[in-house]
């Protein structure tokens, strides 16, 4: 699992850490997806966010799905 949940003392309260896949290249995380938050609990309208960060000189690649 990308995520780790830990429930606070706070009801509805809680802390999300998420996993990074660091490399030479720099690093990816996954920082919200819906499928993996509805098991915590946590449900709304937002399905995923990525973050990366390049190293100099690293060129990523996009990836785009246009509707059928």
Do not use: W, Y
Not at 4 to 22: D, H, S, Y
Not at 41 to 62: C, I, K, M, W, Y
């Amino acid at each position: 699992m990308p995520f780790r949940f830990t429930e606070t003392t706070i009801p509805g309260l809680l802390v999300v850490e998420p996993r990074a896949f660091p490399d030479e290249r720099g690093f990816f995380m996954e920082t919200f997806k819906a499928s993996e938050f509805a098991v915590a609990g946590v449900t709304g309208p937002f399905v995923q966010d990525n973050h990366s960060a390049s190293a100099r000189g690293v060129l990523r690649g996009l990836h785009f799905q246009r509707a059928p």
